[in-house]
């Protein structure tokens, strides 16, 4: 069993618990983006960012409203795999001076980052349906329903333009 395991017993205890580490989860976010945004030098993906960093602010709403409507504390609880997902895209875009190339960067950085987010909401909107918590699934469908669309946008920036420049 796994280090949070000894918290949870039932799909319900799974629920509260991953709904508590996407809590954490797009609390980071929030946080890096500034970052990101910073660090972009494309105009597109700059506005990208801080866009997705309002839709950010509203995710968090959004899981504090799922909390509440569950009849649960909304807390949240270390998540290492956004720690390392965001500690590596740290890391790989301090070290690049070539523009283009960071911004390539920072978008493969920024779409680990989403695949993490829709994999999250995906398994809670499953489980919630299944605990008869459709109520809580619709809420977390319009997150999910944006990080897709984010996920896509980075992705046509990258393929229209932004790996062709830092190719050159």
Known sequence: MGFFSKDIKTLDDL??????DIYY???QIEKALPKMIDKATNAQLKAGF????EQTRGHIERVEEVFELHGVKAKAIDCPAIDGI?????EVSGD???KEVMDAALIASARAVEHYEMTRYGTLIAWAKQLG????ANVLAKNLKEEQATDRKLTEM???KINLQAAE
């Open 133 to 136: 918590r459709s109520d809580c």
């Open 96 to 98: 690049i001076a070539d």
């Open 86 to 90: 965001l500690e590596e895209a740290d």
């Open 50 to 53: 801080e866009k997705h960093l």
């Open 158 to 160: 990258a393929e229209s």
């Open 15 to 20: 629920f509260v618990h991953t709904l508590r």
């Open 25 to 27: 989860a797009e609390k």
